[in-house]
Nanobody, 128 residues
Framework: QAHLVESGGGLVQAGGSLRLSCAASGRTSSMYGVGWFRQAPGKEREFVAS????????SYADSVKGRFTISRDNAKSTVYLQMSSLKPEDTAVYYCAATGAAYDNTESYAAAWAYNDWGQGTQVTVSA
């Protein structure tokens, strides 16, 4: 089991940028696939982005394509989410998640059930 800790959240104006980090400790070998999810008040948790061990096969939700970039530094056991052109609707608690499973299709990594390790989340607030 990997222990995940997110950081980098905060308050930013619309159009601004933030970079979230997800640092892993413990059984980092279980971080074959890593995803970012978010949950806004009163809404369900939704997929944001995912990537696999070598950093390939990045996948994004349509709402963030072209604005967010997921990357990972395996040597540091850290995954990043670079967020640009932020909008008020991006306001949410952002969670990173990890799985040791190698699914056949990229779509599986967009599902919360695919992950077994989760961080506590970091708040991102985008003001208009």
């Amino acid at each position: 089991q990997a222990h995940l800790v997110e950081s980098g959240g905060g308050l930013v104006q619309a159009g601004g940028s933030l970079r979230l980090s997800c640092a892993a400790s413990g059984r980092t070998s279980s971080m074959y696939g890593v995803g970012w999810f978010r949950q806004a008040p009163g809404k369900e948790r939704e997929f944001v982005a995912s990537t696999r061990r070598a950093g390939g096969n990045p996948s994004y939700a349509d709402s963030v394509k072209g604005r967010f970039t997921i990357s990972r530094d395996n040597a540091k056991s850290t995954v990043y989410l670079q967020m640009s052109s932020l909008k008020p609707e991006d306001t949410a608690v952002y969670y990173c998640a990890a799985t040791g499973a190698a699914y056949d299709n990229t779509e599986s990594y967009a599902a919360a059930w695919a992950y077994n390790d989760w961080g506590q989340g970091t708040q991102v607030t985008v003001s208009a």
